[in-house]
């Protein structure tokens, strides 16, 4: 199944839901609830609560993260936002400004 692809020129201003991959090199504002990988590319913007079960930042969020596996904000990412997830990596060099529930039932 092939990565949905949000360009380096696209805003979204709304929802995006669904069963596919999701790499965003373009601005997202709204929400994001996608059952599969999340991949925020080092120019990709989102002001947006995410919902899914992993997530890869190397851009920007603001907004709120819950990940039903995993959240990963690499070195050169930046969030603000708090995160709920039971695997969290958070690279040196990393920006994040929140709180994390890594609360396992």
Same mark, same amino acid.
């Given at each position: 199944?092939?990565?949905?692809?949000?360009?380096?020129?696209?805003?979204?201003?709304?929802?995006?839901?669904?069963?596919?991959?999701?790499?965003?090199?373009?601005?997202?504002?709204?929400?994001?609830?996608?059952?599969?990988?999340?991949?925020?590319? #080092?120019?990709?913007?989102? #002001?947006?609560?995410? #919902?899914?079960?992993?997530?890869?930042?190397?851009?920007?969020?603001?907004?709120?993260?819950?990940?039903? #596996?995993?959240?990963?904000?690499?070195?050169?990412?930046?969030?603000?936002?708090?995160?709920?997830?039971?695997?969290?990596?958070?690279?040196?060099?990393?920006?994040?400004?929140?709180?994390?529930?890594?609360?396992?039932?």
């Amino acid at each position: 199944m092939a990565d949905t692809l949000i360009g380096p020129n696209i805003t979204i201003d709304g929802e995006i839901s669904g069963d596919a991959p999701v790499t965003i090199e373009g601005t997202v504002k709204g929400r994001i609830a996608v059952n599969a990988l999340v991949t925020v590319a #080092e120019n990709g913007v989102v #002001e947006a609560d995410v #919902e899914t079960p992993q997530i890869a930042v190397s851009g920007q969020v603001t907004g709120n993260i819950v990940a039903t #596996e995993r959240v990963e904000i690499a070195s050169i990412g930046k969030m603000v936002g708090d995160i709920k997830a039971p695997r969290i990596l958070i690279a040196d060099g990393a920006g994040f400004k929140g709180h994390i529930d890594m609360d396992v039932d």
